[in-house]
């Protein structure tokens, strides 16, 4: 099962897989990195994001059939 972790910074800073990102080209590594629709998307999103983001990021990855983890350790 592949994993992709997906990181919100407090400053609206985006990474896939520690690849920096905007908010637009989310979708399509998302897509990219999970091609056989059995993946797993970590999602470590700042506590200030507004919500919306956090969803928005879910859906993408639940369209792509992967299961979608929050992560509850806060990240640097």
Do not use: W
């Not at 905007?22 to 470590?44: N, P």
């Not at 994001?49 to 806060?74: F, K, R």
């Amino acid at each position: 099962m592949q994993e992709v972790t997906v990181t919100v910074t407090k400053d609206l800073r985006f990474s896939v897989n520690d690849k920096v990102v905007t908010r637009e080209e989310i979708k399509g590594e998302l897509t990219s990195l999970l091609q056989d629709k059995k993946g797993q998307v970590v999602l470590h999103i700042d506590k200030s994001v507004p919500v919306e983001y956090l969803v928005e990021i879910g859906g993408i990855a639940a369209s792509l059939e992967a299961n979608v983890s929050i992560a509850t350790v806060p990240f640097k």
